[in-house]
């Protein structure tokens, strides 16, 4: 997967559709390698020649001169009248000896500006690092322009093992203060995480408007990317995506929050009686539903309640979920719907709905769902039984969210199923197939047990 896609930045739709128009990379173990493959996955995703501005507030080496299609010195803004309309072009100062000084104030303003109006992206290498696999930023870094859309922070997982020296660790100093490593001591994962989260490390000087995105780069073997993936659930408290991987081979993973959305607020007018409500394994079936999504952790879990949501909010007594009450619920599941995505937070990355009439759902397989998101980025991803029945539960990406959104009636994402690639998990169980409609379904339910 490609980064422009793991960061979802969309084709041809940077400044004007609100998505992403300056980019800031800072840390240390890819920087340079990301900010030319972005620019060229820019340049490669339109359909006409299109051009991106590259840039820094911090020194280059002189040898990235070489990585752009063209390279314009600005010693002033007289130098920016011709920038050429098409390619990677690189927007530095002077060159002095093997480095290339960053650009004045004065200029990134103008850039900014002049990009917005021409609709290009613009992407800012914001800090330095020796070209060693980690940092942590002195007192004057990093240089992240105030107006950033978007910022990077980097840092390179082949250290890990390795000693808390200036040999591995630009900056060893500030790192060791930042992590309580003692110089010389073992780079641990837990010892980057602490370094990546703190307001005086990986979160300096982030604008509290930019997406925050942590890249943990060199991660080339399974179990470098298993450690990374372990990072990333701790690292999502902090930023709104993690991504995993290396920038070399492209094999990228993308770590976001997934939601559980449980649709509870049915009638059920078939079975006769409130079936959330229902006992299953000496709890009732919301509840169960609900434990089952925290323990794959989902978040957030929000419980869409509606017919008897008194009695069914207070099943829910002391879980970490969120209720949300659909009053128009007698109106179909597509109220349902949009009342737990309106819910969700602009850092959600999917949603996996849930049906209160199944707890018997395991936890395996909603884990199962959202690791293959993680390296694919499904539009739609569901379940498949037997090798030929689709099943619950199903995963909608955001990129499905505006669809789902559209649906009126009682229907439910299955409507949308026309409009985005379905894809499928096969899954070995069929319990999945299963479902309570009538008193007989739920006893041979409970003949399960």
Known sequence: MNLLRTLRIAPSAHVSRGLVGAISLVGAGGKTTALFQLARQFIESQRTDSAV???ATTHLGAWQTSLADHHLIATDLSALENIPLRGVTLITGEIENDRVKPISETTLSWLRADTQNQNVPLLIEADGSRQKPIKAPAEHEPPIPTFTDMVMVFAGLSVLGKPLTHEHVHRAEIFSQLNGLKIGQPITAEAITRVLTHPQGGLKNIPPTARRVALLNQA???ELQSIGGGMARELLGHFDSVVVGSLQSSELHTFEHCAGIIL???KSSRYGSPKQLLDWKGKPFVRQVAETALQAGLW???VVTGFHAADVESTLSGLPVSIVHNP?????????IHAGIQFLPKNVGSAIFLLADQPQ??????RALIESHTREMQAIL???VLEERRANPVLFDRVAFPDLLKLTGDVGGRAIFDKHRVEYLPWHDDILLFDVDKPEDYQRLKDME
């Open 220 to 222: 080339d073997t399974p």
């Open 328 to 336: 128009e619920y007698q109106q179909g599941q597509s109220t349902s």
């Open 264 to 266: 509870a607020a049915g």
């Open 361 to 366: 759902i395991p936890v395996d397989v909603i």
């Open 300 to 302: 957030p879990v929000v």
């Open 53 to 55: 501005i590259v840039t």
């Open 382 to 384: 569901a379940p498949l």
